[in-house]
Structures are given as structure tokens and as C-alpha cells.
């Protein structure tokens, strides 16, 4: 069974960057869309960034600049860097995992996602 888990979550101030990991086990990243998504409170799940496997990235217009996907397949890792943090982007980040095959441009936003992990916290201070 394949597992997502985060990590890299925490508390920085307002400004500050941190960098999250992804890991996966009992599978590959290899040929699947990999993503990252924030729930923040009171929000519905918003998509932050995608990875395709040959590592190019996509962001929707709104996450564009800031925001940083990359991956390394020989380590089944998806990394988000995130920069210029603001209190608004408290919340829940996650990665998940697409079906087999589907590049990154197929997908349809959260719900086409197939495996996802449990999620770290990010908390932002003003």
C-alpha cells in the first residue's frame, strides 16, 4: 500500500520560508502527478502546486511567484518551498499522488487526486 507522509511543517513569522517534504513508500512517483494542497480554516482545500514526473511544475495564477514544486523520483520526495509567508496561509498542507499515467494537466484539481497523506501543520504569525 502506497503512504504519503509530510514533513517540515511549523511555526514561522510572518516573512519567513519553509520547506516541506513529501515521502512516499510502497510505491513510485514515477509516472504519476504529484501535488501539494493547503486547507485553511474555514476554506475550502486549495491546490498550491503540481509536479509533473519529469519534474516541470504548474501553479494556478494566485500561487504563482512564491510557491516552489519540485521532486526527486530516485527518492519517491516532492518538496515545497514557500517563501514570504503570511498569516493567511496558516492551515493544513498536503501531498498527494495521482493515477497512474495522468500527467499533471489532466488532473482537475483536488478531487482527481488518488492518494493523499495525513498533512503538517503550518502556522504562520503575524
Known amino acids: 500500500q502506497v503512504y504519503l507522509k509530510e514533513s517540515g511543517g511549523g511555526s514561522v513569522q510572518a516573512g519567513g520560508s519553509l520547506r516541506l517534504s513529501c515521502e512516499l513508500s510502497?510505491?513510485?512517483?514515477?509516472?504519476?502527478?504529484m501535488g501539494w494542497f493547503r486547507q485553511s480554516p474555514g476554506k475550502e482545500r486549495e491546490e498550491i502546486g503540481t509536479?509533473?514526473?519529469?519534474?516541470?511544475?504548474t501553479y494556478p495564477d494566485s500561487m504563482r511567484g512564491r510557491f516552489t514544486v519540485s521532486r526527486d523520483n530516485a527518492k519517491n520526495t516532492l518538496f515545497l518551498q514557500m517563501n514570504s509567508l503570511t498569516p493567511e496561509e496558516t492551515g493544513i498542507y498536503y501531498c498527494?499522488?495521482?493515477?497512474?499515467?495522468?500527467?499533471?494537466?489532466?488532473?482537475?484539481?483536488?478531487?482527481?487526486?488518488?492518494?493523499w497523506g495525513q498533512g503538517t501543520q503550518v502556522t504562520v504569525s503575524s
Open positions: 498527494a499522488r495521482g493515477p497512474m499515467g495522468r500527467w499533471c494537466s489532466y488532473m482537475s484539481g483536488a478531487a482527481s487526486f488518488v492518494t
Open positions: 510502497g510505491g513510485s512517483s514515477v509516472d504519476y502527478c
Open positions: 509536479s509533473d514526473p519529469d519534474d516541470s511544475p
